[in-house]
């Protein structure tokens, strides 16, 4: 995506490569991630942490917020508890910050599919405050680029973010 990004992204080879996570660990029982993120920040120069992408994915596993694909983050523990709303305790989803720079995700079950899908834009991290009232321009985005100007669904011209972590590589 130009506009936001992931843990993981799919490199032009279609092979994994780390996006915002800089490292990453499997426990033996490949049920638990730890990843380690980048110095990344925000496109206004905000810092990119750990617990934006607890806020973000709780956003996206609220039934209001309309997620395309909620069962993607169904094999992360009580992922799916939450979004049906029979368990309303967000912190005992898997999803946990566990200082500025550690995200650890925590599965249901051992799935060998899991950072495949950690590239799919339903686990893009975005901002809280991306979607402002009025249809304003998004002030905080985590990609390549940020939206230079915004006329409603007519016209959006986008900026290199200058800010971005691989912003040497963006041209």
């Not at 596993?61 to 983050?73: K, R, S, T, V």
């Not at 599965?107 to 060998?112: I, M, N, T």
């Amino acid at each position: 995506s130009f506009l936001h990004e992931g843990l993981l992204k799919k490199g032009d080879d279609n092979q994994l490569e780390l996006a915002l996570a800089e490292n990453l660990k499997i426990s033996p029982s490949e049920k638990e991630y730890l990843f380690t993120l980048k110095k990344a920040f925000w496109s206004n120069g905000d810092p990119i942490i750990a617990s934006d992408f607890v806020a973000s994915w709780k956003e996206a596993l609220d039934p209001a917020f309309g997620l395309y694909n909620p069962e993607y983050f169904f094999l992360i523990e009580n992922a799916k508890e939450f979004y049906e709303g029979k368990e309303t305790d967000f912190s005992k989803v898997g999803i946990k910050a566990l200082s500025d720079e550690l995200l650890k995700i925590t599965l249901e079950v051992a799935a060998p599919s899991f950072l495949e899908l950690l590239t799919n834009k339903s686990f893009y991290l975005v901002s809280p405050d991306t979607l402002e009232k009025n249809g304003k321009c998004p002030s905080k985005l985590s990609g390549p680029f940020f939206i230079d100007s915004w006329s409603s669904q007519d016209h959006i011209a986008l900026k290199k973010n200058t800010r971005y972590w691989d912003s040497a590589h963006v041209f």
